[in-house]
């Protein structure tokens, strides 16, 4: 008989941006950006409203898995968009250093 972690089966809400990602099995994704971490959205009615919602930051409650290759994603259960802030630089620069190069130590 197999158990259920039903740790994984908890709904989480999380805060970001949310971005197009690549993909190399589909032309594109939709992901969520917090901090450094991009979750993946996983394909349902939700993540295909949040198409219109790139850009944006999103309030998103979801239930959080983690792919063999340590990719983190999130099925959502429903969303809230934030309005934007010009003092939440975040939401300007997207608060992502992903690609980036060290910057020297000059």
């Known amino acids: 008989m197999r158990k259920e972690n039903s740790e994984t089966k908890k ?20 992901g969520i950006a917090v901090g450094d971490e991009i979750y993946a959205v996983q394909p349902n009615e939700e993540a295909q ?37 010009e003092d939440d630089p975040e939401e300007f620069d997207y608060g992502l250093k992903f690609n980036s190069r060290p910057e020297s130590g000059d």
């Open 11 to 30: 709904e989480t809400t999380i805060v970001g941006i949310v971005r197009e990602i690549a993909d190399y099995r589909k032309s594109y994704r939709i």
């Open 49 to 85: 409203n949040l198409q219109y919602e790139i850009g944006n930051k999103v309030e998103a409650t979801g239930i959080i898995s983690q792919t063999k290759d340590i990719r983190r994603r999130i099925e959502v259960t429903g969303y809230e968009v934030y309005e934007m802030s």
